[in-house]
């Protein structure tokens, strides 16, 4: 075969990959999902409590990324002072932990299906609060784009048969502090120049989390957990949930390092509608017309957030490498001058 022919083999073989990689993301968050709902759902299997379970995903998380960094090296870790610890991961480490907290709580009140619509704030919330501490510029046009999707998830919760206040509170908390925790990531890790993979991120932060979560849990939890004698920890259930948690991380370590952070959140997408789909025909969530009206509105302002990003990124890009040519251009004809100045005369 030529090499036309391998030429084309290998893209074919790429575009594999990153479908696969979709896929298996996909795969992992939706288990992950209706995992979680299952296990803190009364009318399943009954075990209402949030922040046991989030520390136990971040017990099993940070023990295997320590194996995996420390004994297996599969990944480098990142060099980092105490002081920079302190100051830039332990307050990540807090945002991320209430908002698992938070998350996990809105499972117990809330459909999945509704659950996956309120996230389509997401967006909404990243935008305004890096307007907030001046990490995004303020748009009229994307503006008006945030009020749309916001439009769109204000008449999907109009149209909710499950309609919970104190869910619906948890879940835009939730939202709120993960999207204060990204723009925080931008202004206490990235602006120093740090970089955090899924794997090193759950190494530093989990323990964290860890820490965080204790003194909630010991109020709120523990003295029911320690009044139920009929509870057994259940290793299957809680080991497999756990493992998931893990395998989610490590999925996003290679669909972003292969693909880009933009797939994913295309493919992220297309996961929320399978988990609304899911939530209707298995679960039996009642899902209305009015609710897929107002996320199909909220779909919509998010896709066409997506494009602007896209379109915002390969801009910057061209601009770049325009730069670059220049710079290149401006070099060589400088050497060439040179050049032609040490060029002895006749």
């Known amino acids: ?41 009364k009318k399943m299997y009954n075990w209402p409590f ?12 940070s023990t295997l990324a320590f194996l995996l960094i420390k004994v297996l090296n599969f990944v480098e870790p990142v ?19 209430l908002s698992l907290w938070l998350s996990n709580s809105a499972y ?8 996956q619509m309120l996230k389509a704030l997401m967006p909404v919330a990243v935008y305004s609060i890096g307007v907030l501490f001046k990490k995004e510029g303020f748009k009229s046009e994307t503006m008006v784009n945030m009020l749309s999707i916001s439009f769109g998830v204000a008449i999907a919760a109009y149209g909710e048969a499950r309609f919970d ?34 794997i090193t991120s759950l190494y530093y932060v989990a323990p964290c989390c860890l820490a965080f979560l204790f003194v909630p849990w010991i109020v709120v939890e523990f003295p029911v957990l320690r009044d139920t004698s009929s509870f057994h920890f259940d290793y299957l259930v809680f080991g497999t949930n756990s493992f998931c948690a893990f395998a989610l991380n490590l999925a996003v370590f290679l669909l972003v390092g292969k693909t880009s952070a933009l797939t994913m959140n295309v493919a ?28 199909g509105i909220a779909f919509l302002g998010v896709a066409y957030y997506n494009h602007a990003k896209l379109r915002a990124l390969k801009a910057k890009e061209a601009q770049k490498s325009a730069q670059q040519s220049d710079e290149e251009s401006g070099r060589l004809l400088e050497e060439k001058e040179g050049g032609r100045k040490n060029e002895p005369e006749d």
């Open 1 to 41: 075969m030529g090499k036309g022919g391998s030429l084309s083999e290998g893209v074919v073989k790429n575009i594999i990959l990153s479908y696969t990689y979709v896929a298996i993301w996909i795969f992992l968050s939706f288990t992950v999902i209706i995992y979680n709902k299952y296990i803190l759902d």
């Open 50 to 61: 949030p922040i046991s379970l989030t520390m136990i995903h971040m017990s099993f998380c």
């Open 79 to 97: 060099s980092m002072s105490r002081d920079t610890y302190l100051r830039s991961v332990v307050p990540i480490g807090a945002l991320y932990s």
């Open 108 to 115: 117990i009140y809330l459909s999945v299906s509704f659950i």
């Open 165 to 198: 206040v104190w869910g619906v509170v948890l879940q835009l908390g939730a939202v709120a502090l993960e999207a204060t925790r990204l723009v925080m990531i931008q202004i206490l890790l990235a602006s120093k120049g740090i970089t955090l993979n899924p």
């Open 268 to 295: 992220g997408v297309v996961k929320d509608w399978l988990l609304i789909a899911f939530s209707w025909s298995v679960i039996k969530d009642t899902v209305t017309p009015i609710n897929l009206f107002g996320y």
